[in-house]
């Protein structure tokens, strides 16, 4: 059976810090991806919260983070899913990429498996996806030139996004259910001086409609109860997140949602299994927040496998 030090899973800032970091103390590492390394941040166009980095698009500093990550010859291998067990003692990551499994023996793991956006629930939502509802606007904006479409949310996310955006609709709709956004104000300031878009509060959407494609969008005035149309050609949902827990599914202590609880050191209710990053319980999930968890899984997981080798 293939054995490492210290398996990553995830390739995001989480993963490639705590492989950085591992690589420093010296352990053998490999990280497993199975979408693309740099993780969420290549859907972000606009990275402007990283210390030291004035501007950087997302994928650019997925690629930095990456490139740091080998320059230290850690292996980063892709495969198509991952999955942790526990037999007696041994921690053992099964993977799968195509029609090959492959178990690998760990000392120590470090789920750094991030997070994905929620879908919002509501009626046509599901049948609209890929067809005018979208989760990325770097992914999808330009399909929207010259067109007017509507952003669901009322965070960070939601509010750059809707100003990214305006790159290529002739008008951005940013619906949101309180009466103000909870981004941070700069965001909002910066998002709002934008003539492109609109700010409607107060509102949820109740159906999405259109044939084949999104045409209207039905809203609900949550305080008045008030149901109005509005007529747009794509949605861009940004109402939350829900964690990529499943690797570690009934193994660790998680709270409502999936969410996994670790303690300062990033450590799971199993000894040797580390979380890193956006899947955890956590109050701020950012791109430095994310690296930092990295940086502190991987020094605890040497420790842990310090104390291995010396009992």
């Known amino acids: 059976m293939e054995r490492h030090e210290l398996v990553i899973i995830g390739a ?25 390394t740099g993780g ?10 990283y210390p030291g980095i004035t501007h950087v698009t997302g994928a650019e500093l997925g690629e930095m983070l990456k490139n740091h990550a080998l320059s230290f010859n850690t292996e980063i291998r892709m495969v198509n899913s991952s999955k942790v067990e526990l037999r007696g003692d041994k921690k053992i990551v099964v ?14 793991i470090i789920v750094a498996t991030g997070a994905h956006f ?34 669901v949310g009322g965070g960070n996310t939601a509010i750059e996004e809707g100003n ?16 103000e956004f909870r981004a941070d104000r700069a965001a909002v300031a910066k998002t709002l001086a934008n003539p492109k878009v609109q700010p409607i509060y107060s509102t949820v959407v109740e159906k999405i409609e259109g044939n084949g494609m999104v045409e209207n969008v039905v809203l609900k005035n949550v305080k008045t ?9 794509g949605v861009f949902m940004f109402v ?4 990529e827990s499943e690797c570690v599914s009934g193994l660790v202590d998680v709270e409502k949602g999936g969410w996994i609880i670790t303690n300062d050191r990033m450590e799971t209710s199993v000894a040797g299994i580390f979380a890193a990053g956006d899947v955890r319980s956590k109050y701020l999930r950012q791109v430095i927040t994310a690296a930092s968890d990295g940086a502190i899984a991987a020094q605890a ?11």
């Open 164 to 179: 990214y955006l305006t790159k290529f609709a002739s008008k951005v709709y940013i619906i949101h259910r309180r009466d």
């Open 95 to 108: 993977t799968k990429k195509s029609n090959e499994i492959n178990e690998i023996e760990a000392d120590a």
């Open 225 to 233: 109860g008030e149901i109005s149309n509005l007529p747009v050609a």
């Open 118 to 151: 929620r879908h919002l629930g509501c009626e046509g939502e599901a049948e609209h996806i890929g067809q005018g509802v979208s989760f990325c606007a770097v992914c999808d904006g330009a399909f929207f030139e010259d067109l007017e479409i509507a952003v």
């Open 40 to 49: 969420q941040i290549n859907n972000t166009d606009e990275i402007e919260n």
């Open 301 to 311: 997981a040497s420790a842990y496998i310090l104390n291995l080798s010396r009992s």
């Open 12 to 36: 995001g800032p989480a993963g490639m810090s705590a492989a950085i970091y591992g690589k420093r103390a010296g352990l053998d590492v490999l990280v497993l991806e199975r979408a693309a």
């Open 240 to 243: 939350g997140q829900e964690p």
